[in-house]
């Protein structure tokens, strides 16, 4: 099917042209971001961060705050002391590396004693305006002894490094491994040839829209809090902010509608929303908070930080017989709660990438440096294996000088081969990248690339092409189901609860197509209601992330619709006068052959309840795809465009082509943009942040991707009816390597680390002589 | 303290604000229009674009004392009579948002910059899309809908 037949699919319903659900409040200003919420007689907060990297706090005066008018309290780590607001959540498995124990760091909500990055919160202002929050800020003196800092993860783990937390000796909270380390290392002994590279995959921070924002009310009767944030699924966060704040999740009711993207980044309970709980406990009032641009880049979690050294073995067939993995992940001064167990649980999952791999073994030091924390950004490790993978193989067939289109060929599983059991202990489901990426290759013209060399030379300019394979799991949650509450009214409208929350994928529209799908109506006809604060709290299920949402809480749209067919059809068996075996469903009514009878679904729910639950638990599924970039580099200026992109991606049974799309643009360009210039860096003697503005921080604009080539290659998966595999993610897990690929074949250097800028690509230049 | 008298969207307005009051706190806070975003402090990403005297600007780099006397349109003000702005239209046909947070600034800065430009090419849609940023679409539908949006509005 081309690209134009795709469109002309797009939202189709009953033949018409629908626009997603969500859209029109969103294009006519009627969103609700968690910023536009407000309460009667609110107050506000501002925080007070460290300005330095490393310090003992020696005394905090705010003697002179009075002076401002409307300050009404200001809070310490003496308050979070006293309120236990200690420990954030950690994921982190409890043991590592021959029985390690993990050393999960405390995180009081504002700092006691010591700070330990640039930004780290030390008190917290409430006053009535947030003007006035902020002036008196500027107000308080805090005396600090400074004490060396650390911001690079394998300084941190020298022996003598500075030491961040008293109970985490050596920086090191974990250390973890996959696979098994004797047969890899027979594997690189006997081989006929090692490739081995090290890859930093960088630092960068998810930058969503959206800054975070806080509303915190508290209901003394109750003695609970209402809060409004930006939240990837209500039930997670509620669950967070109990764990923070050693409370019941009974405690917590979460009221959001809207969010300004997520992409991993707010899958966290931070310090600052349970420190305002402590104010509006004490004022009974609601607080609020909404954080600045510069706040955000210091104080959200960050993404990757990961510092790979990839060992690939391969025989004289150049068949690879073993992968060795050495992965160092900076975690910033303090453990986020999806941080390093994300990391280490997806990069094990898949690090045989799409290849044959008999021996694996992975070896993981967790890391703490004075820099902000890290967590979860879009993939969570599945980039970031996969671009170590596909770099090394890249460098494998440099150094053996093959084609590497034709070495991938040499080692992809077959179909057959799957379901595959990997050497690290996962089960992939199926994939066929033999086939895919012939299919790939044969659309970008892999063969024809030498003639398009030699045309970008003729105009002065270096080309180069660069491809990747890569699958990545998705489809497994935290929770153990996922429920969809169904039910229908008097007028046939249909209502859907899911706790599932999007922040931009669609969930209003492509749910609803699912669940109008099975019940054979219009998908007007179906309204989605994401986390509803009365009935989340009776819910299970996960929240949106990993790229999961469609193969969970998708599929159990249809489970549950068809949970509502059968209810419906006992209750329609009554007024039919046969037995329910007897009533078939179609297109909206229940009607009998036998009595020659028929009632819709808006009768009969006029009449009778007519409701149900779905449920479903998903394992793993494994979305995959190859994407085959070509750039053209100025040798003047060091500036790289991209001459094409093609992607070709099995991400299963596809309910909304346009949400499929758009969601590939955006990660492939989340992948483009760390490849050429986002990159959070930290100055090594101070330990301040370079970046902290979107002056220093290069986001991707418009232009720098015109257009992507995207196909698809479709095979099913059977975890659940409708073989969907998940997607979201996978965009960014191929672009980091496809892209790198293409400018480090157009240079003729064996690696270059991102960001790619035209400053860092035009010394290569200079060093490298490089004719073109 | 400094009193700003304005129109927002037809609609006559006076408030009285402290003098360092950004206009995107004046719409946001004190004639509680929402639709208007901030994205940054450094005037890079153009969440808060709006309409200030025809022209589009990005609120949060002026101050409310200076919008004094202006005529304003926000987001809020682009459908007309219950009838999209072409901008909005494209937008929403071309799938050019995901979550919508840039997407007010967004469809303010387009229906602003094809005022001058009525056919833009592609170079001069890439600039004017320059100072704002979106971080889920990628681009590629925005653009598309910019194309749709002047073609649309030449008719
Ligand atoms: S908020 Fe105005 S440009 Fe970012
Ligand atoms: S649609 Fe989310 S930032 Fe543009």
Redesign the pocket.
């Known amino acids: 099917m081309d690209q134009h037949e795709h469109h002309s699919r797009l939202f189709k319903v009953g033949g018409a042209q629908v626009s997603r659900f969500e859209d029109m409040r969103l294009i006519t200003g009627n969103g609700k971001y968690s910023s536009d919420w407000n309460a009667p007689g609110q107050l506000h907060a501002c925080f007070l961060r460290s300005d330095r990297a490393h310090a003992r706090i020696v005394s905090i005066n705010f003697d002179k705050v009075g002076q401002i008018k409307g300050v009404v309290g200001v809070y310490t780590g003496a308050d979070a002391q006293a309120a236990g607001y200690l420990r954030p959540p950690s994921f982190l498995p409890p043991t590592g590396k021959g029985g390690m124990k993990a050393r999960v760091p405390e995180r009081p909500c504002l700092a006691i004693g010591k700070v330990r990055f640039v930004g780290d919160p030390v008190a917290m202002v409430i006053a009535e305006t947030h003007l006035a929050a902020l002036d008196a800020c500027d107000l308080i003196d805090v005396v600090y002894e400074d004490l060396p800092a650390v911001v690079d993860p394998e300084e941190a783990l020298k022996p003598g490094a500075p030491q961040l937390h008293d109970d985490v000796p050596g920086n090191c909270p974990v250390e973890a491994e996959s696979g098994v380390e004797a047969p890899v290392m027979e594997a690189i002994a006997k081989a006929a040839h090692v490739t081995k590279i090290t890859v930093d995959c960088t630092r960068v921070t998810a930058s969503?829209?959206e800054p975070r924002a806080a509303l915190i009310e508290y209901t003394a009767d109750t003695d609970s809090y209402v809060v409004h944030t930006p939240s990837q699924g209500v039930n997670m966060t509620r669950k967070q902010f109990a764990t923070y704040a050693n409370l019941g999740e009974d405690k917590f009711r979460v009221e959001i509608q809207d969010v300004?993207?997520g992409f991993g980044q707010r899958s966290t309970v931070y310090p600052e929303y349970v420190s305002m709980m402590m104010a509006a406990k004490a004022l009974q009032r609601p607080i609020k908070w909404v954080s600045t641009r510069t706040e955000s880049f210091l104080t959200d979690t960050h993404g990757r930080a990961n510092l790979i050294t990839a060992t690939l073995a391969l025989d004289k067939n150049a068949q690879f017989t073993g992968l060795r993995i050495d992965w160092i992940t900076d975690q910033g001064a303090y453990l986020s709660p999806t941080g390093p167990a994300g990391h280490i649980r997806n990069a094990t999952s898949c690090m045989n990438g799409v290849y044959n791999i008999p021996a694996l073994y992975g070896h993981f030091k967790v890391v703490l440096t004075n820099t902000g924390w890290v967590a979860a950004y879009r993939g969570a490790g599945r980039p970031d294996i996969a671009y170590a993978i596909e770099r090394v193989v890249d460098a494998a067939a440099l150094e053996l000088n093959m084609d590497p289109a034709d070495l991938r060929r040499r080692n992809y599983l077959a179909l057959s081969d799957y379901p595959y059991k990997s050497a690290t202990g996962s089960t992939i489901e199926i994939a066929d990248l033999p086939g895919l990426s012939a299919k790939a290759l044969a659309l970008a013209d892999w063969s024809g690339f030498e003639a398009r060399k030699a045309a970008s030379a003729r105009k002065g300019k270096l080309r180069g092409i660069g491809m990747s394979a890569v699958i990545e799991p998705t489809g497994a949650g935290s929770y153990p189901r996922d429920e969809i509450d169904i039910s229908v009214d008097g007028e046939g409208q249909v209502t859907v609860h899911t706790v599932a929350h999007s922040q931009?994928q669609g969930h209003e529209t492509s749910f609803a197509m699912v669940v109008a799908e099975a019940l054979g109506i219009a998908t007007e006809r179906v309204k989605i209601r994401q986390g509803d604060a009365d009935r989340a709290p009776h819910m299970v299920g996960n929240h949106t992330g990993g790229s999961r949402s469609m193969v969970g809480a998708g599929t159990v749209c249809h489970i549950a619709a068809n949970k509502l067919i059968d209810a419906g059809k006992s209750l329609a068996a009554e007024d039919l006068g046969v037995e329910p075996s007897q009533v078939s469903y179609g297109k909206g009514e229940f009607t009998s052959a036998h009595s020659k009878k028929k009632i819709t679904l808006a009768q009969l729910a006029a009449k009778k309840t007519l409701a149900a639950k779905g449920e479903g638990t998903f394992i793993s599924t494994f979305p995959n795809g190859c994407h085959i970039a070509e750039v053209e580099i100025d040798p003047e200026t060091g500036i790289t465009e991209i001459a094409s992109y093609l992607s070709v991606d099995d991400c299963g049974h596809v309910v909304s082509h346009t949400i499929v799309e758009g969601q590939m643009h955006g990660a492939v360009v989340q992948g483009l943009g760390q490849v050429f210039g986002e990159h959070i860096v930290y100055d090594k003697e101070s330990g301040q942040m370079l970046t902290g503005t979107f002056m220093d921080y290069i986001m991707p604009r418009a232009g720098k991707l015109k257009s992507i080539q995207m196909e698809e290659y479709t095979t099913l998966s059977k975890l659940g009816p409708l073989g969907i595999k998940g997607m979201g993610g996978s965009g960014c897990t191929a672009s980091l390597p496809a892209l790198v690929n293409a400018v480090v074949n157009a240079l003729g250097v064996r690696h270059l680390d991102m960001p790619l800028t035209p400053s860092k690509v035009w010394k290569t230049i200079q060093q490298t002589n490089v004719k073109h | 303290m400094a009193k700003v008298e304005l129109k927002i969207n037809g609609k006559q307005h006076s408030f009285d604000v402290e003098d360092r009051t950004l206009l995107v706190n004046l719409i946001r806070d004190h004639a509680q229009l929402t639709g208007t975003h901030v994205g940054c402090d450094t005037s890079q990403c153009g969440a808060c674009t709006i309409h200030m005297n025809g022209m589009a600007v990005k609120s949060c780099t002026v101050l409310a004392g200076q919008a004094n006397g202006a005529d304003i349109t926000t987001i809020e003000g682009m459908a007309k009579d219950g009838k999209l702005h072409p901008v909005q239209q494209a937008f929403t046909e071309c799938h050019a948002?995901?979550?919508?947070?840039?997407?007010p600034g967004?469809i303010m800065a387009v229906s602003g910059f094809l005022k001058d430009n009525p056919k833009p090419t592609d170079d001069e849609i890439y600039h004017g899309l320059e100072g704002n940023?979106?971080?889920?679409?990628g681009y590629i539908n925005i653009v598309k809908a910019v194309k749709q949006a002047a073609k649309a509005m030449s008719k």
Request: hydrophobic content about 30%.
């Open positions: 969503p829209m300004g993207g931009g | 948002l995901q979550c919508g947070f840039c997407t967004m940023l979106c971080r889920c679409t």
